[in-house]
Nanobody
């Protein structure tokens, strides 16, 4: 079983919303709590870029292009993070990856496809 499992991608019209989820089924809760978790995306022909990151007690960071449209959150008890995406744009299309980073690991999920149509 993978370290990180993403879900929630799909096809949506511009202006619509999606909620991505990323579970860490193999991590014990204490290890999950120590992770810096994040969402990254990769559009066709482009490099992977950060979308948002969240730590247990530190600041939440968003890429400039988010501009208040996305919200990252985490549920330690469920070992899950979320990315609520509102007012989606065509340029948000891409594969969205979950990342778990600490001094001991750098895990990536398999990715979930987000497609936004005009």
């Amino acid at each position: 079983q993978a370290q990180l499992v993403e879900s929630g991608g799909g096809l949506v019209q511009a202006g619509g919303s999606l909620r991505l989820s990323c579970r860490a089924p193999r991590m014990i809760t204490s290890v999950f709590s120590m992770q810096k978790m994040g969402w990254y995306r990769q559009a066709p022909g482009k490099q992977r870029e950060m979308v948002a990151t969240i730590t247990r007690s530190g600041p939440i960071e968003y890429a400039d292009f988010v501009n208040g449209r996305f919200t990252i959150s985490r549920d330690a008890a469920k070992k899950t993070i979320y990315l609520q995406m509102n007012n989606l744009k065509v340029e948000d299309t891409g594969v969205y990856y979950c990342n778990a980073f600490s001094n001991q690991n750098d895990y990536w999920g398999q990715g979930t496809q987000v497609a936004v149509s005009s």
